[in-house]
């Protein structure tokens, strides 16, 4: 547990390395995601941002280094979770509090909107098969207290009136409210979203970015995000980590990135000198 | 086909069809029916009897067929019946069963109600040929419907279903009861209702594997297997009773579920279904070669039924007394049978009522998302083990129990009850069903069994009719019988 772990790190993720092959996505990666803050991981294409992602969401075992979560509760290691004996898999990873979206999103396309929503509740449902199929008041009772939070987080990402329609039947930019609101069910203490602007008009563009605002400061979740579209991310982010050929290049404040001269030649390349 | 109001039909245009319909139908079967193999010859026989062999036959029945069916098709009526029973859309409907105040339900409940009571009628009254069977059947197929429905739970509704499921629970229970009493109908009814239950307990296991689970078990028939066996053998060799094989025997096919399932959990689609295909025919192949233990291909007898330790048996061993001496009632073997009958019908009702409460339970709801997507569901914090492992177990579990009961009416069990085309017939009444429909597995489960008993003239063509349906049923419907539908959830109904 000792971990020489920032005061106010929430995630810390540290010397990680991971390899396909003879392939390094991720080669020594170390940062830290602040409790409480926006945070952007950027950079160009095949830069290795969505293989950190796997990693910290604990779809990807890692090659090497650690990645720790820490809450008021205590302190994980992601790789120890999913190395677990028997019970170890990225589920482990979810229900220490880590929640995620999807680059190409995936919901429950054949199941209501509603019932995506109790889906992430689950652990928070009377489980038991007997009171299930007898129905007892216990049952209900948490029945109930998962759809009113279900409903409650229709209204906070607008999608009320869709609530029994299938997810597969709404428009792109409501599937991708959907996905974060499923995420949120989950009482993460970080959410990670993995391109949550791709394919947004920019009207819905803003309506992210306030919605992603406001699950930071109303409810609380530390925002961690690969995006492409630096509008956003500029707007919103308040610490920003630029990967290049799987290594942090650079990282941040807006204004810092902004000026880099090797986040500039990353993204546009330097000039030939000859 | 212009749109006039006053729908003309084209006559013409249906004689090409039928035409056209007739020659096809000829060319196509003709070579298969009118050759005769004699010793090492082929003869032609333009005429064979019977006359639905007879290639000429055949070509005019489809010709006159295919004609009215296009007029019929070119009616106003013709064309309301298409719209509503031909789905081939894929979709999943989401459907409010409060939005009319239960009308629709009501309506259902009361046209059924009164078309049993009519077939009821003229069944007795010997109108219809084989009329009391027939009536029986169709009065213990609607209670059945009507039990699996689904009755979500709303603060202060009553839904209109749930006053009638009691009354129509009593009516499937006594009804054959009354008809045995009076005589109208004998053990042949009692064993085909019997064995459409069986199947209707075998759909509904497979369903929450198939339908809910989204994993494609083709060797369902294992656990059948392993319940009916178990029954048989337990019998043999530990003295188990039916009562203790009917608790016990769900366990042990749960049990193998799990261990089928543990090794299988990282395969999807096409490589589960080889490996479950693969499971079902070690455990026939283990029945049919251990002859020492479970006597092989010869088969192992099933012990009789007991109630309340009195037995279904004409002298009983030791100092046992048979059920009919105790109630002084002379000997009839249809007791037995009748015996299982309500038993199956009382445990395959809570099954059904089970199965659709299964579908808004966290459990059911798990195993649905588990079948949209399973990546999305390890992201959410659902344990997928956990999750496909109690699935395939009670799935085999409801197996289990369907198979003891296959074993206590048959009396007797051999391999032959379990080969791949049984796993076949219950993954098709789970297809023709509806995915994730418990009518729909009903409905199916008695067509499917009870088919062939009203179609005896035609059993050589069982499986040719059989797979007719199918492609019928993927043309028409491919999403089953049935469309699987969602329930709605009110804000106003959550505090």
Known sequence: ?274 | MSTTQTSTIDFGHSLRDAVVAGILTMLVFSPITNFVLKQYSFTLDWFRSPFFLNGVAIGLIVAFVRFFVSVGAQTQTGQNFIQNFIKTEHGVEVEDEYADGGKRLRRILLWGGGLMAVFLALGLSGIIYRGAGIALVLVVLFVMIAMGVRIPKRRGKKHPWKGALPVLFLVGLLLPLLFFYFGWFGKSWINNLTLAMVYVLLGLGLNIVVGLAGLLDLGFVAFYAVGAYFLALGAEYLGIGFWSALFLAPLLAALCGGLLGFPVLKMHGDYLAIVTLGFGEIIRLVLVNWINFTGGPNGASVPAPTIFNLEFVRRARGDAVPFHDFFGLPYNSDYRYLFVYLLLFVISMIALRFFTQLRVMPIGRSWEALREDEIACRSLGINHVTVKLSAFMLGAMIGGLAGVFFATAQGFISPQSFNFFESVLILSIVVLGGMGSSIGVIIAAFTLTLLPEFLREFAGYRVLLFGLLMILMMIWRPNGLLRPKRSVFRKSEVA
């Open chain 1, 1 to 274: 547990m000792a971990q020489d772990v920032k005061e106010d790190a929430i995630l810390s993720v540290q010397h990680l390395t991971r390899r396909f092959g003879g392939i390094i996505a991720n080669n020594d990666v170390s940062f830290d995601v602040r409790r409480g803050s926006i945070t952007a991981l950027i950079g160009p294409n095949g830069a290795g941002k969505t293989t950190v992602f796997n990693c910290i969401t604990g779809f990807y075992t890692v090659s090497a280094g650690h990645i720790y979560l820490t809450r008021p509760e205590g302190q994980v290691e992601i790789g120890e979770l999913l190395s677990r004996k028997i019970t170890g898999g990225s589920y482990l990873v979810a229900r220490a509090g880590i929640a995620r979206t999807f680059q190409n999103i995936r919901l429950f396309k054949d199941m209501t909107v509603l019932e995506n929503l109790l889906v992430a509740q689950h652990r928070k449902q009377n489980r038991n098969l007997f009171s299930g199929l007898l129905v007892t008041s216990d049952f209900s009772d948490k029945e109930e207290a998962s759809l009113a939070r279900a409903f409650e987080w229709l209204e906070i990402v607008n999608l009320s009136e869709d609530a029994n329609r299938l997810a597969g039947e709404l428009s792109y930019g409501r599937q991708r409210r959907l996905e974060i609101a499923r995420a949120m069910c989950t009482d993460p203490a970080i959410i990670c979203l993995d391109e949550p602007a791709a394919g947004l008009n920019p009207r819905e563009t803003r309506e992210l970015s306030e919605l992603i605002r406001k699950l930071r400061n109303e409810h609380g979740v530390t925002v961690l995000l690969i995006e492409h579209d630096m509008g956003l991310v500029m707007e919103i982010s308040e610490h920003i980590i630029v990967m290049d050929q799987g290594t942090v290049i650079d990282a941040g404040t807006p204004e810092h990135i902004r000026n880099s001269d090797v986040v500039i030649a990353a993204y546009l390349g330097t000039e030939v000198e000859d």
